[in-house]
């Protein structure tokens, strides 16, 4: 769009510009030809003035020949000149022998079209031939000047009008794009807040039910002997199912309820929190089951380094991506917590040896119910919301989340938050 302004406005430009110069030429060629016709007479007259010894050399203002002895053209064309305009007469050797107005351009004559003073005049130079018996001779040049003011001021004026037309139009298209960007999104934005509300009343209801089944279950579970030695693993199935679709039902209301919070107005309730303190109780928590699968969990942790935020919801973020990564690290693998400071943020960063990311799907790790289908498998307790709820988790804290992965090397996230 601004392309096509600047093309049509450039294009604008020149094109006044050349007519104007062009009836200026017009003009200014029409004015030396009417003078040619007085070359003849101006030069006898210059004549005999040189004798009389009148004329300088070079010729100055006081000694410059005119056309008569008041300085004025008693011709019929002498009405063709203005004020900014000037008329000067040169012999066959470009010795100048008369002129006439105010405005002369100091370049010798050369003929054609010339600029003068930095292109302020415009003059034309005709050369003027008598003939004799048929032969044409040169009897000298004849120029025509004009200042060229008035049409720098027309152009002037008219590279304003362009500009502000210019950023009229753009301002007008910014306001009409934004317009209709915002009228073509409210049915999109509409139906979006709908699928969330939707979604949030589904989880919610959801909850009675399963919490229903669960008891039934428990209850069917404390009473072995009345249940059937072929249905024991029916009711260990539907106790697994019912604890996975809770876990998902409170996953959706907790993104539920952090998409529809005023970071502004949630940050009010924030408090100091440190940051070393959650991830060496979490550590401590996932030590046993590090331990199990015979992984090495380490860290190098920073002292005293405090941030602004929830703390429940903090140490579900970083629990979210360290279970994530024991859970897809081998047996006799590593993972690995550091904390690095980064002007005034805190970098913490979780490693594993594990089955890493594929580099095409690195785009979607964060999206919901994500996983791919080699590197994430299903597993036990797993719907693809941990690392969802991990992102929607630091963007509220003003931060951010980063990953970086190799397929059979690791993976390595990356959560950055402002420090208090």
Wanted: glycine share 8%.
């Amino acid at each position: 769009m601004l392309g096509i302004l600047g093309i049509s406005a450039v294009a604008i430009y020149q094109y006044t510009r050349h007519n104007l110069y062009q009836q200026l030429d017009r003009r200014l060629e029409t004015l030396a030809q009417a003078a040619s016709h007085s070359l003849v007479p101006i030069k006898a007259h210059y004549l005999k003035r040189e004798q009389k010894g009148l004329v300088g050399n070079p010729p100055d203002s006081k000694t410059r020949c005119y056309l008569d002895d008041d300085g004025d053209l008693d011709i019929p064309w002498q009405h063709l000149r203005q004020p900014n305009q000037g008329i000067e007469w040169f012999d066959a050797q470009k010795r100048l022998v008369g002129n006439v107005g105010t405005l002369f351009n100091q370049l010798p004559p050369i003929p054609g079209w010339q600029f003068g003073l930095g292109g302020k005049i415009r003059s034309v130079t005709l050369p003027a031939y008598s003939e004799n018996n048929g032969n044409k001779q040169l009897e000298g040049y004849i120029r025509a000047s004009q200042v060229t003011d008035e049409i720098e001021a027309i152009l002037a004026r008219l590279r304003w009008g362009l500009g502000i037309g210019g950023i009229g139009v753009i301002s007008l298209t910014g306001l009409g794009g934004i317009w209709l960007t915002r009228k073509s999104l409210k049915p999109v934005e509409q139906s979006f807040e709908q699928l969330k509300q939707f979604t949030a009343n589904a989880a919610h209801e959801l909850r009675s039910p399963l919490a229903a089944i669960k008891t039934s279950v428990q209850v069917m579970e404390y009473y072995p002997e009345r249940i059937h030695p072929q249905d024991r693993k029916k009711i260990a199935a539907i106790a697994t199912t019912t604890d996975h679709t809770i876990e998902l039902v409170e996953d959706l209301l907790f993104l539920s309820r952090l998409d529809s919070l005023d970071t502004v107005e949630t940050a009010k309730t924030w408090v100091r929190l440190s940051v070393t303190e959650i991830l060496e109780d979490l550590i401590e928590l996932l030590q046993s089951s590090a331990q199990a699968k015979n992984i090495t969990l380490e860290s190098s942790l920073l002292p005293d380094v405090t941030v602004r935020g929830n703390g429940a919801e903090l140490s579900r973020l970083f629990r979210n991506i360290l279970e994530n990564a024991l859970q897809y690290t081998p047996a006799g693998g590593k993972v690995s917590v550091i904390m690095k400071r980064e002007k005034q943020n805190i970098l913490v960063k979780i490693q594993d040896t594990g089955v890493g990311i594929a580099a095409e799907n690195l785009a979607s790790i964060f999206d919901r119910f994500w996983r791919a289908d080699k590197a994430r498998a299903r597993r036990a307790g797993g719907m693809g919301m941990g690392l969802a709820i991990a992102r929607a988790i630091a963007e509220n804290h003003q931060g951010k989340i980063f990953v970086t992965s190799q397929l059979g090397i690791g993976s390595c996230f990356t959560v950055k938050l402002p420090i208090n």
